[in-house]
Nanobody, 117 residues
Framework: EVQLVESGGGLVQPGGSLRLSCAASGFVFSGFSMNWARQAPGKGLEWVSRILSDGTTRYADSVKGRFSISRDNTKKEVYLQMNSLKPEDTAVYFC???????????RGQGTQVTVSS
């Protein structure tokens, strides 16, 4: 059974940083591309970042230069380092498996990130 468990969300002031983690199990982690997506209140799912099995990364224009995705295949974890956070980054962040821009095949329960002063 595929399981994705996110952690690391919280309340942070504008300009602050957070690091999200996603622990994966139930599949061959090293062979899969992993993603982070987010959903703000009243809005649709936005794909934020992707890391391929070879380490190649992709970012949405809205987070490029501020967020950084990485993975540890030994620990079966994927991370999202978020810097220079803005109020518009407020959302539930999900770890996901799937093609960019589509409905995820799998996703975790999400972790809330709130950016507010």
């Amino acid at each position: 059974e595929v399981q994705l468990v996110e952690s690391g969300g919280g309340l942070v002031q504008p300009g602050g940083s957070l690091r999200l983690s996603c622990a994966a199990s139930g599949f061959v982690f090293s062979g899969f591309s992993m993603n982070w997506a987010r959903q703000a209140p009243g809005k649709g799912l936005e794909w934020v970042s992707r890391i391929l099995s070879d380490g190649t990364t992709r970012y949405a224009d809205s987070v490029k230069g501020r967020f950084s995705i990485s993975r540890d295949n030994t620990k079966k974890e994927v991370y999202l380092q978020m810097n220079s956070l803005k109020p518009e980054d407020t959302a539930v962040y999900f770890c996901a498996i799937g093609a960019w821009g589509t409905t995820p095949s799998y996703r975790g329960q999400g972790t809330q990130v709130t950016v507010s002063s």
